[in-house]
């Protein structure tokens, strides 16, 4: 079992939907990274949280440590938004690293 | 600012030929690491960084080494580059540990045949 679980793996919607990408882990972590790659390759930090719930314009993270679970929602999604989401975790221990989900690639359909 | 660049951006290698993979910050971060990225798979940590002439492995580092002289530079030498290496490649940076954000360079791709 990997370390950091995202479901779904691949997400296609319509425009204007609201959507949810979920991560799962099972470690111990400081804090929980999400990310965003686009189709062109490049990777740039979403959020970085260790509690509680965080948002960015249209984007909103939130982390569950009990439950050990965080998900991104993003809302009014716009065809701009299509990209793979990538969840990573630094974990309580050597936390100099990073261990990242598979990601979840987004479409989204005008 | 430039951030975090890397060079070259696309290479092809023949089988048992070097190279090395340049990495460079311009935001005086401690941290860097190098990550390869494969279809499917999540990035995974190859070498990292935490100062000028510290480094250690990550959770894939046979096949390469680095070397850290300098505060902005973090080459990855790979030495006698077998068919397993093509990946796409990104250098990251982060002022101090993974708690907190780290900052991607564009990524290389490389394939080796």
């Known amino acids: 079992k990997n370390e950091v679980e995202q479901s779904p793996q691949n997400l296609t919607a319509q425009e204007g939907e609201f959507i949810t990408i979920n991560c799962s882990y099972s470690?111990?972590?400081?804090?929980l990274h999400w990310l965003q790659q686009h189709p062109g390759g490049g990777i740039v930090s979403l959020f970085m949280?260790?509690?509680g719930k965080k948002k960015h314009g249209r984007l909103i993270a939130t982390i569950n440590i009990q439950e050990k679970h965080s998900s991104l929602h993003i809302t009014a999604s716009h065809p701009r938004d299509s990209a793979v989401y990538i969840c990573?975790?630094?974990?309580?221990?050597?936390?100099?690293?990073?261990?990242f989900g598979t990601g979840t690639r987004l479409t989204i359909i005008p | 600012n430039a951030g975090v660049t890397q060079t070259p951006k696309f290479r092809i290698l023949k089988i048992g030929q070097s190279m090395t993979l340049q990495c460079a910050q311009d935001?005086?971060?401690?941290?860097m690491y190098w990550y390869r990225q494969d279809p499917g798979m999540g990035l995974k940590l190859i070498y990292y960084?935490?100062?000028?002439?510290?480094?250690d492995k990550g959770e894939v580092p046979n096949g390469y080494n680095v070397s850290r002289s300098t505060t902005e530079d973090f080459p990855l030498r790979l030495e006698l580059a077998a068919p397993s290496q093509t990946s796409v490649y990104f250098c990251?940076?982060?002022?101090?540990?993974?708690?907190?954000?780290?900052?991607f360079g564009p990524g290389t791709r490389l394939t080796v045949l």
């Open positions: 990251a940076s982060s002022y101090s540990t993974a708690g907190i954000e780290q900052f």
């Open positions: 470690v111990g972590i400081s804090a």
């Open positions: 949280l260790s509690s």
């Open positions: 990573a975790v630094a974990s309580n221990f050597g936390n100099e690293k990073l261990t």
């Open positions: 935001m005086n971060h401690n941290y």
């Open positions: 960084s935490v100062g000028a002439g510290i480094t």
